[in-house]
């Protein structure tokens, strides 16, 4: 077991809140990939409620990182989230905030 001195612990990076929460990382990482897409998928693919979706949604949309744009489609409310610049420059930061997390070598 090898103990972490201060020099090591100033090699992690802070986490970006908006991003640490399971459900809006999941949101955001299917948005890197699709670049957009619609409430049914993300409710589909995240297994979220339709309430905590939206309310997460809205949080990612507050800090800047997803537009959300609202129409009609066949008379029936559709809901369309797309990833902006910095909600990219956002996630790629936080990958490698984590990577600092785990690119800490042991000690022999």
């Known amino acids: 077991m090898s103990i972490i001195n201060k020099n090591e612990m100033n090699q992690f990076r802070d986490l970006d809140p908006v991003l640490h929460s399971q459900l809006r990382l999941a949101i955001i990482s299917l948005l890197m990939r699709e ?23 809205n949080k990612l949309r507050e800090a800047g990182y997803i537009d959300v744009i609202k129409n009609f489609k066949d008379n029936y409310p559709h809901t369309i989230c797309k990833i902006t610049v910095s909600g990219s420059k956002a996630f790629e930061q936080y990958v490698k905030s984590l990577q600092s997390y785990v690119s800490l070598k042991p000690k022999a």
């Open 35 to 57: 670049k957009e897409s619609d409430f049914s998928i993300l409710k589909d693919r995240t297994k979220a409620t339709a309430g905590n979706l939206s309310v997460q949604i």
